[in-house]
Each structure stands twice: as C-alpha cells, then as structure tokens.
C-alpha cells in the first residue's frame, strides 16, 4: 500500500489541466451495454474506478481497449450477471443495472454494501425500475431484476429523504431509453453528470428532454447505435485544486474547468476572501489567495447548490481560515471521518449531528494520518500542504480511486510530495 508524504509550507505556482470527469465517466462507460456497436469515450481519467469499471464491463463479455484517456468498448454480446468480486469493490457499479436489464431483460448484481461516508441505499433505483415493469429479487446478497415482456414508459418521482439520487436518477434514464413509451422522472438529480450522461444517451439516438433539470422525459426508442463522446471536466478535482490554490498558492491557473459547473464552489472560495478570475470562455480560472480571510457557513445541497464531493477539501481550507465557519452536510449527515483526522493536525472542529464547527487555526502541524474515503484523503493533503513539518497519509489507495495523478499534479505546481510504498 502506498502513502504519500507532504511537506509543507512550499507555495503553489503555474498551471495544470483539470482531467474528465470520474463521475461522469462512470455512467457513461456504463451506457455502452445499451448498444452492441463500439462506443469511443475521450477523457475518461486513469482513476481506479474507472479501472473497475472498465474491468466489469469485461467480465461482462465487452471487448475493451484503453489507450491513454480514450476507451473504446464494444459489448456486441454481453452476460446478464455481474461478478461479486468486482462488484463490491466500487459502489457505482450499481450503474450497470439499468442498461444490462434494458439490454438483456435481466440482470443480477449484488447488492452494494454501506460505506465509510453512510448507509448508501439503492431503493430509490429498484422503485424507478420496478415502475418500468421489473420484477425485483434478492436472494444471496444479489439483486435480480427481470422484465420478461421488456421495459415500459411510466411516471416516476425519485425523491427520497436525503433529495434526489445521482446514480438512481443515471440507472432509471438509461433504463427507460430502451421501454415502451415515455417515461417522466420527477425529482430527478440535474447535476452536470447526469446531463453528460443523457448527451452521451442522445448521441446514441435516445430521445431525452430535460436532463439537468428536476424533470426528465425519455421517449423509449427501439436500439441504439455506437458513438464517440468526450466526458465534461471534473468539477470536485478542479474545485480540489482551487482550494489547494487558495490555501498554498500564488496565481494557480487551471485549464479544462466549466465555469457554469463551479458557482457554488466559486462563490463558498470566494466568501471566504480568495478571488477566482475565469477567462471569457469560461474553461480556465486563476486562483489569487486573500489577505482579508473569513470563515463561512456552508450547507451541502444537490446540484446547483454546493456539493457534499466538496465538503472535506472546504473543510480543510477553513481549518486555517480565520473566523468560526459551520459547515452542514445535508446529503451524507456523517461524511465528518475527515475531521478527527484533522484535528490529529490541530484543527479546532466540532462535528455534531451533520455539522462541523471549525474555528480557523494559525497554522497545522504535519501528523501522521489515515485517508477514510476519497474525499477525505483529499482534504488531509490540502490540510498538509501548509502544515509545519512533513504529514504522512496512509491509505492513498482512497484517493487514487478518483483523482488523476495527483501527487504529480501537485508536483507540476511546486508542492514537495513524495509516494511511498508502507511497509
Ligand atoms: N439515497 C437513497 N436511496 C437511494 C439512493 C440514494 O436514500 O436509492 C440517498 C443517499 O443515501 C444520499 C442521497 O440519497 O443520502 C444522495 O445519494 P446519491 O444516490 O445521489 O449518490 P450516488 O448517486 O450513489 C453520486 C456520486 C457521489 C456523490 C453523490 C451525491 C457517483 C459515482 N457518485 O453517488 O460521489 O457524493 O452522488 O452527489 O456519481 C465521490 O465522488 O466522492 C462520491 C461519493
């Protein structure tokens, strides 16, 4: 196992390119079941959910060839049943339920675990199926969903208690390209990877309206045909960087952003005293850091509101910001494994029931620490990158799940990070 060792106190400068979109990707490497033609996505980052993905789809029976970011798959004949072992290594494999049970009439997948950030339920998912006319099983841990006579167009609204459902609203869409009839979701997730999802989907030749907004309507079409398709930014890795650049840095630029995707993290950077300067078009911003800083009271909401994949990373960089900030996760209540990591660093946070109160420190000092998931071992690198001393964080294989080389990403700005292997 690997961990990576920061020095801090180095200041960040230049700039760096903000690579595709893992959760973005995932859906749509997904999607490529739905046809049995080849399918060419671009951008798709060298994470290892991505790998897992890519992995899955294979056993499925896709032929699948990776050359640096691009994917090439072609699942002309594919299995209904997706392997446990593989499965239960990443939650977003629930992805594949909605295409393999379009595409094959059933599916078997088991059924995800709960998580480090919460219990992650998929009801929301089997209730969208089910009203598409699956019939749903579990025996063993699986799920099986069969649609004998195929899928057909309904009304369905997927909200749930904690709000509207990313990957539920992606299986449920995708799902429904295949049916017989229109299908309306309301309460549908708009984030901007479900939007790319239903571009990806059009490309295809479904018929979907209103993805990015609370109502989609899918007209059900009989196939679908192969496409090429680039992935949209990652907004968490960009708003990662920002943040990183608003604690440790002098002018970070970063290239292959979307302005429109990051307002709310834009605006929570800049309630707190940083500017972040976008070019005309929108896909390149600079980070200048404050001199007036201020803490700030955040709550996490679906998208557009501000992003519980940003809760920690902001953590971090209220660790040391002057002033009290309360920072409220209404979407994972118990995504704070970060905070008592942090406070190993001397940050003064208080968690209680889904919200951390921070009151900004000086300064950290480097500890040795453990990453609990991806975003949390993201923020334990930006609390260290302006620590005093050297802070080790185990467990990096967390953060390799989702963020594209970023040891060497920070290396091209400056930071002093090494990886090493843990004995
Ligand atoms: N929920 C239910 N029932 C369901 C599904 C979800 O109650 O059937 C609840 C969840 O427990 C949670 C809320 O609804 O409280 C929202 O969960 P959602 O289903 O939207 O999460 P997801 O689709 O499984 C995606 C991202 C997560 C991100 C969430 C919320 C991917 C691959 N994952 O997960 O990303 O936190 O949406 O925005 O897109 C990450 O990248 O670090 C990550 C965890």
């Known amino acids: 196992m690997d961990k990576l060792i920061v020095h801090g106190g180095t200041t960040l400068r230049g700039a760096i390119n903000i690579s595709g979109s893992k959760n973005a990707s995932l859906p749509i490497l997904a999607a490529s079941l739905l046809t049995g033609e080849d399918c060419i996505i671009r951008r798709v980052p060298d994470v290892s959910d991505t790998n897992y993905m890519i992995q899955i789809l294979s056993a499925l029976g896709a032929d699948v060839e990776r ?9 002309a004949e594919v299995m209904d049943e997706a392997p446990y ?5 990443m939650r977003a494999s629930i992805c594949v339920m909605g295409p393999l049970l379009a595409r094959k009439g059933r599916c078997v997948v088991s059924l995800p675990g709960g998580c480090v950030i919460g219990d992650r339920p998929v009801d929301l998912h089997l209730r969208g199926l089910e009203a ?9 841990g699986n799920i099986t969903l069969t649609a004998k006579n ?3 167009g309904a009304e369905i609204d997927l909200r749930g208690t904690h709000g509207p459902t990313v990957l539920g609203t992606d299986n449920v869409m995708m799902a429904a390209t295949l049916a017989d009839g229109t299908t309306i979701i309301e309460s549908a997730a708009a984030e901007p990877e479900v939007l790319d999802l239903a571009n990806f989907l059009n490309a295809m030749g479904a018929k ?3 993805a990015g907004t609370r109502r989609i309507v899918i007209e059900g079409v009989t196939s679908l045909r192969g496409v090429e398709h680039t992935v949209i930014p990652d907004r968490i890795e960009a708003g990662t960087f920002m943040a990183a650049a608003a604690l440790a840095g002098e002018g970070v630029t970063l290239h292959r952003v979307c302005r429109d995707q990051m307002k709310a993290i834009t605006a929570a950077i800049e309630q707190s005293g940083h500017r972040v300067e976008f070019n005309a078009a929108g896909d390149s911003c600079t980070i200048h850091r404050g001199e007036n800083l201020q803490g700030v009271d955040l709550s996490t909401a679906p998208f557009p509101g501000y992003p519980t994949d940003m809760q920690a990373q902001m953590t971090a960089l209220l660790a040391t910001t002057p002033g009290i900030s309360v920072i409220k996760d209404t979407i994972f209540p118990q995504r704070f494994m970060h905070c008592a990591e942090l406070k190993r660093m001397g940050a003064d946070i208080k968690v209680d029931n889904g919200t951390a109160i ?14 609990s998931d991806l975003r949390a071992s993201a923020a334990l690198v930006l609390a260290a990158l302006t620590a005093k001393g050297s802070t080790e964080i185990a467990r990096v294989y967390h953060i390799d799940r989702g963020y594209e080389h970023i040891d060497e990403k920070l290396l091209m700005l400056g930071a002093a990070v090494e990886r090493v292997k843990d004995r």
């Open 67 to 75: 050359s640096s970011g691009t994917v090439r798959i072609n699942c």
């Open 85 to 89: 072992e593989l499965v239960r290594r």
């Open 132 to 140: 598409l006319g699956a019939k749903v099983e579990f025996e063993c």
């Open 150 to 152: 195929g899928l057909r």
């Open 208 to 210: 979907i309206t209103g």
């Open 358 to 371: 921070v009151r900004g420190v000086t300064r950290l000092s480097a500890a040795p620490v453990m990453a």
